[in-house]
């Protein structure tokens, strides 16, 4: 069946003005709401408020009662707005990320090795002091202990890595190096996603990790185990010079995707 193309322009037309979709928005989450209702929730002037109203015909209608509520249209203009809003999201985190390159394995080797040695230093003095300790008092101990002490660094490799990346993104080798983990749908990681992404780092299956990633094809994900936590490691000092005006002093926090509406035409 042929579409009408003009009214699929006139549909966009209608949901590119942000008070418009704020409207459809406040009917689809309270139900039906009168006049005085959508002025106080909008805080608008009245002029300003039967104008977008009368350009929502066909999405809204008046019931008996004299309230709006959504016709069918504008349930499906609610949907399509909260899809195109999704996209709109990843469309933004795509260009700050592309703003700072994806890591390249040289530089997220060199913030693992960094990482690396300095749980297992502290891991070696620990268990030395711990040692020494024992057998200055007589406790005697059990002797040094290597799968003990590989299932102990193992678990403080995950910890120090999930608690640091989950709480700012950056573990210490990350951040020497200038590296940072970021979602790739734009929120902020959480405690989770950081947990995720490191089981494949530290529990022996590294090799398995980075040899599954590149089957994947897909540069943001380097290892498997990013690609299932929804993560990616961006350069912060790659072409630092090149980067968009309103990018500059982005900080790894910056990078939480912001919504970005659709482009208003109308002047009201």
Known sequence: MAVDQENVSRIFTVLSHPLRREILLNLSQQGDLSFTDLLIALKVDTGKLSFHIRNLAGFIEQTETNKYRLTKSGEHAIALTKEVETWAVEADVERRASA??????????????????????????????????????GGGGGGFRLDVNVILFVSIFWIYSTLLEGFGGQSVGKRIVGLVVVRVDGKKVLYDNAGVRNLGKVFI???????????????????????????????????????PPDSEGTSPSDLDARESPLVTSDSH
């Open 205 to 243: 299956l590294l090799p398995f990790d980075l040899l599954i990633g590149l089957q994947l094809k897909d540069k943001r994900f380097l290892r498997y185990f990013d690609k299932f936590a929804g993560t990616t490691v961006v350069d912060l000092r790659s072409n630092i010079s090149s980067l």
């Open 100 to 137: 700072f390159p994806i890591a390249g394995l040289r530089k997220r080797a060199y913030a693992y090795l960094i990482d690396f040695v300095a749980v297992l230093s502290v891991l070696l003095v620990t268990v030395v002091m711990t040692s020494l300790l024992s057998s200055i008092y």
